[in-house]
């Protein structure tokens, strides 16, 4: 079973920038999340997905970040403008629903210069 | 606000030693505790999960203990190897909603 994908792997741009993130999650899965984990931090959650709707962007910076899920499957993740502190790995992660494992990807490392 | 702490930030251990990881938690609507192992380069991995109903739970080398009066639980790893160097963090989850909440991450380095 293919796992979560994420793409670019890597990210460098400047600050004030954009950039943007995409996820397609596990076949089937109908949650999807965006973590973001600074360096030498636990990840923190931006937001959740149930099919394509919003279950919780509480701790999303809506003044920079947005995030879609297109058709209940692919995710992606804008940041506009990019600021120094949004260096990061960007974590999706999907689980099919029921309470337990969520199933990562390998992230996606954003450099802000 | 960090809705689970989780120490030590970093610990050594020698091969065939035993790695111990503490996390708290505040919320009683917690329900779900599953620790996280992480490697470079790499996303956060299921390795053991606890539901408040029992008090201890083992897979293999990886046992979760779990006191829920004091409400805490503890990762044990026993006869640790050099494969298991990573970063654990512990989690909490609410019933229902599917949303984790990760302490800080303990790195965990074994020494040959």
């Known amino acids: 079973e293919a796992g979560v994908a994420q793409s670019p792997r890597y990210k460098i741009i400047e600050k004030r920038q954009s950039v943007a993130f995409w996820c397609n999650p596990i076949s089937g899965h109908a949650t999807l999340y965006w973590y973001q984990q600074i360096l030498g931090q636990g990840p923190k959650l931006l937001i959740q997905?149930?099919?394509?709707?919003?279950?919780?962007d509480s701790q999303l910076p809506k003044d920079r970040f947005s995030a879609e899920r297109l058709k209940g499957v692919d995710s992606t993740l804008k940041i506009q403008p990019a600021k120094l502190e949004d260096s990061a790995v960007y974590l999706c992660?999907?689980?099919?629903?029921?309470?337990?494992?969520?199933?990562f990807g390998e992230g996606s490392r954003l450099t802000v210069l | 606000q960090q809705q689970v702490k989780q120490s030590p930030q970093s610990l050594i251990v020698q091969k065939g030693g035993i790695s111990i990881i503490n996390c708290a938690y505040e919320?009683?609507?917690?329900?779900?505790f599953p620790w996280y192992q992480q490697f470079p380069g790499k996303g956060p991995a299921l390795l053991i999960a606890?539901?408040?109903?029992?008090s201890e739970k083992k897979e293999g080398r990886f046992t979760i203990s779990f006191n829920k009066s004091a409400k805490q639980f503890s990762l044990h790893i026993m006869d640790s190897q050099p494969g298991d160097s990573a970063t654990y963090f512990c989690a909490a989850q609410r019933g229902g909603d599917y949303k984790l909440s990760f302490g800080a991450g303990t790195t965990v380095t074994v020494r040959a």
């Open positions: 919320n009683t609507a917690f329900d779900y």
């Open positions: 997905f149930q099919n394509n709707g919003v279950v919780d």
């Open positions: 606890i539901r408040p109903d029992v």
């Open positions: 992660a999907s689980t099919p629903g029921t309470i337990g494992e969520l199933f």
